[in-house]
């Protein structure tokens, strides 16, 4: 995400910057499925239609709405540096226009491989699409482009027929992670530059009731007295005296790149921390390996977008447009049937 100069923000846009940075992974990744990579042009430009304006607006739109339902629309002409384009509202277009080329790809690679919207699924998508549109007002459905019921149920055809097929790419991928490889301790350290020092050190901690905090705050050389740990792919000798440890152990002195150390285990298996980092290397794993398939596939079969509404989106206007709740209601009766629990 490009960054912004500096004195160009006031405390408001420094806090929609932090929100914009979020911006991509938010709402680009419901699955975990794309990216902001181009896609090189090397394969076939395929001739399939773009979405009509209405459709692409009732995503766009909603999106649009839900930033600015918090920052307000002068949040669109925050100006910005590394890209093409001058300011936030001209990047998330371009981004938005990105995100649906990149549906459309997936809906081609779904009509190849027999990919289907069942009926059962087919009921879902009309009580979201429903559900949305009765909820617009005068100023939402001009904003989205005059859109009709049918253009809402459209375009959730789409981002589910794309979610569906991502599904299936991920279906034979094997991304368990071991409760070992994604370990997690809570340690404290005494770090010094002599050792004569550490050796004294030891001796202090490792008495019979010493305070092992008291002697870390007093003599340390670092003040980073507590530490949270994790498996590296290649461990030094820290991490590997550190990963021996039991409950309420300490190590012996530890000389590594000019430093002595002393580590006591505090929590040899932190359990919500391990599985929540089991969590984020398993999605890596899935993304990883979707995007390999992914890329290989849109490599070879290019989806551009050409009408003109494209180039004359305004973001700033019909600022009484509110509704926001596209994805919102996509995860309440659509998303389940992507992950095999509707």
Not at 250 to 267: A, H, L, M, T, W
Not at 300 to 326: C, G, M, T
């Amino acid at each position: 995400m490009a960054s912004f100069r500096e004195g160009e923000i006031s405390p408001k846009r420094g806090e929609a910057r932090r929100m914009l940075s979020l911006l991509l992974s938010l709402l680009f990744s419901v699955l975990l499925l794309f990216g902001c990579k181009g896609i090189q042009i090397t394969g076939k430009t395929e001739d399939v239609p773009g979405f009509t304006e209405a459709q692409a607006m009732v995503l766009l739109g909603s999106e649009r709405n839900r930033y600015q339902n918090v920052f307000g629309p002068e949040l669109w002409s925050l100006p910005i540096s590394g890209q093409q384009e001058e300011n936030y509202g001209e990047y998330f277009t371009a981004k938005m226009k990105e995100f649906l080329q990149d549906v459309k790809t997936l809906d081609l690679l779904a009509e190849e491989k027999g990919i289907v919207v069942t009926s059962t699924e087919m009921e879902s998508i009309r009580r979201a699409s429903t559900e949305f549109y009765n909820a617009l007002s005068e100023e939402d459905r001009s904003f989205m482009g005059n859109c009709t019921v049918k253009d809402v149920t459209d375009i959730y055809v789409n981002y589910f027929l794309a979610c569906k097929t991502a599904e299936y790419l991920l279906s034979n991928i094997n991304s368990e992670v071991s409760d070992a490889e994604a370990k997690v301790i809570s340690i404290q350290q005494i770090v010094v530059s002599d050792e004569e020092s550490a050796k004294k050190l030891h001796e202090s901690v490792t008495a019979s009731g010493a305070n092992f905090s008291y002697f870390a705050r007093q003599f340390s050389e670092d003040p980073e007295i507590d530490r949270t740990l994790h498996r590296k792919e290649e461990e030094d000798a820290y991490y590997q005296a550190a990963f021996s440890l039991e409950d309420g152990q300490i190590s012996d002195v530890i000389s590594q790149d000019g430093k002595f150390y002393i580590i006591k285990c505090v929590d040899s298996y932190d359990e919500k921390a391990t599985e929540e980092r089991k969590k984020r290397l398993e999605e890596a794993i899935r993304s990883g390996a979707f995007r390999r398939s992914y890329d290989a596939y849109a490599e070879q079969h290019i989806v551009r977008f050409r009408e003109d509404f494209w180039k004359k989106i305004d973001l700033q206007k019909y600022p009484e447009s509110k509704a926001s709740n596209f994805f919102s209601l996509y995860d309440r009766y659509i998303l389940p049937l992507v992950k095999g629990k509707g």
